[in-house]
């Protein structure tokens, strides 16, 4: 069973920056992919970023594209997501999810991911 828990969540003003933080644990090795969702009081879960962790290939909303960028350490088997030039619009709760499928992970679908991690809240102020 693959444990997820994400970190870096807070407060920031519009333009500003933060780095959230997915750390696995458990079998890994049966979770290729990870993604970052969002979800703001009201509105649908959004896929914002997904990875390959075996090759390095990434997707992204484009809502985001531009501004966030989603890496990994394998060595510490953790997930980032960079957030640069925030706007209230990107308020929400940030989770982490691991599961995907080879032909479907990109698709930033949250029904195609398995295991989800705590969440960690974005708040962007004007």
């Known amino acids: 069973q693959v444990q997820l828990v994400e970190s870096g969540g807070g407060s920031v003003q519009a333009g500003g920056s933060l780095r959230l933080s997915c750390a696995a644990s458990?079998?890994?090795?049966?979770?290729?992919?990870r993604a970052w969702f969002r979800q703001a009081p009201g509105k649908e879960c959004e896929g914002v970023a997904a990875?390959?962790?075996?090759?390095?290939?990434?997707y992204y909303a484009d809502s985001v594209k531009g501004r966030f960028t989603i890496s990994q350490d394998n060595a510490k088997n953790t997930v980032y997501l960079d957030m640069n030039s925030l706007k209230p619009e990107d308020t929400a709760m940030y989770y982490c999810a691991a599961g995907g499928t080879y032909g479907t992970w990109y698709r930033l679908r949250a029904l195609d991911y398995n295991t989800w991690g705590q969440g960690t809240q974005v708040t962007v102020s004007s």
């Open positions: 458990g079998v890994t090795a049966s979770s290729p992919f």
């Open positions: 990875i390959w962790t075996g090759g390095v290939v990434t």
